[in-house]
């Protein structure tokens, strides 16, 4: 686990690809027992650690995680994450393919079946859908793949990855958005990037940075940038 960001009322963690944020059914141990055992070591805290989880990222991503250290800072940092002119993402994502144009902003209409776990991107409004907006543009290329930069305006389940697809593009190891082949790691080149925000206590400005993972991809982009 790393931590990349850590005082009284927050904590930041660069999540890895396959872990999991918080319980889900398939019983494996979330992010946030990590954490709590950290803290809770660390500060030799009786009792239960309190830990708010006021967004998460998708199990196959890789990048920043924020969490509450308290009640009152969850609290603000909810409201914070549903206006999206408060908090600043910033996502990396490795494509198959260069987006016509380079860079631009993606507005869709999003769907959820929650019996396969996906998210579909429709061009106009259907029943059901909601709104979702994200900012891009191509930032590095290599032979095979390129890395575009994306800022997201929503909050939509699966949102980079079913807008991309809209368009053509397929992350590399996404197979439920069609990329044709898995990663070994069996997470996909998707990374929390960046976020920043006014601090909810401090009321100073905070910008987070999480590094990508250590494979030959992300290091060939990482050379360019």
Same mark, same amino acid.
């Given at each position: 686990?790393?931590?990349?960001? @850590? ?8 999540? @890895? ?25 660390? #500060? ?80 106009? @409004?259907? @029943?059901?859908?909601? #709104?979702?907006?994200?900012? #891009? ?39 439920? #958005? ?48």
């Amino acid at each position: 686990m790393q931590i990349i960001y @850590e005082d009284n009322h927050l904590i930041a963690v660069n999540k @890895e690809c396959g872990e999991i944020v918080m319980i889900d059914q398939t019983g494996d141990a979330p992010l946030t027992d990590q954490v709590k055992a950290y803290i809770k070591e660390k #500060y030799q805290k009786p009792g239960n650690v309190f830990l708010g989880l006021p967004h998460r990222i998708d199990r196959p991503t890789s990048g920043i995680v924020l969490m509450a250290r308290t009640s009152k800072v969850l609290t603000r940092l909810n409201k914070m994450f549903q206006k999206k002119d408060q908090i600043k993402k910033i996502y990396w994502a490795v494509v198959d393919k260069m987006p016509v144009p380079s860079e631009g902003t993606l507005e869709h209409y999003i769907t959820r079946s929650r019996d396969v776990n996906k998210s579909y991107a429709h061009t106009g @409004e259907v @029943e059901g859908s909601k #709104y979702a907006s994200l900012a #891009y543009k191509t930032i590095a290329k290599s032979d095979r793949f390129f890395l575009l930069e994306i800022e997201l305006h929503t909050g939509r389940h699966h949102q980079i990855r079913a807008q991309l697809a809209k368009i053509g593009l397929h992350i590399k190891g996404d197979l439920k #958005y069609g990329f044709p082949r898995s990663n070994p790691d069996g997470g996909i080149h998707l990374h929390a990037r960046t976020i920043e925000f006014l601090h909810p206590v401090r009321k100073e400005m905070l910008t987070i940075t999480a590094e990508p993972p250590d494979d030959a991809v992300w290091k060939a982009f990482l050379t360019q940038i």
